[in-house]
């Protein structure tokens, strides 16, 4: 057999290097997908079974057996999927995914640790970072991993009222008195939406006219 010349030798392995990067970037595609698909149905109204969110966790490097605290985070960075994978990087066992690129989202699962209030100090640790970057809702602790969705949805509502600018000055959104608001509108949203317009809505109208 002839051994290939230098010029050859350059050629196979740019090819090699090639398909291997090439192979890389199919793998990093796959992985963003299953990250995508999680959490688009972690925040469906039909979430998957307890099991099926502690199976798919794991396989994305995440243990959700114990639940977790959940964050959403508005980021101002052009590159937010740079930042959902710098978070999971620099933080173990953290999920992080960009769900809207173009609208700078950023949903986080902060797995349990062995106290509930030592999930929420890595919670706030995780949040800290993200707020370098833009504003953070975080929810609070959910120890089973059937609710995750609804930690999800909590967060969400802590940055969009943080978002809006509508918490009384001197207020602490993580009291009780919020934190038991948020999780009752995640957990029961249409029925929060329905006691409003039965109620409130009707005397915001009336002041507003």
Known sequence: AVAPDGG??????????LAEAADEGARAEAERTVRDQFFEELRSRRPPSADEVVRRGARLGCDLRRGAVALCAELTTER???MAVRVSGEHEGVLAHCLDPAGGRLYALVPAAAEPEATVAAAQRVAADLRRQGIVGVSSFYGEPGELGRALGEAELVLDVVRRGEVPVGEDLGSGAYRLLFRVFASHPDEVRSFYEDTVAPLVRYDES
Not at 8 to 17: G, K, R, T, V, W
């Open 80 to 82: 937010p999927r740079h």
């Open 8 to 17: 050859e030798f350059l050629q196979i392995a740019a090819l090699a290097a």
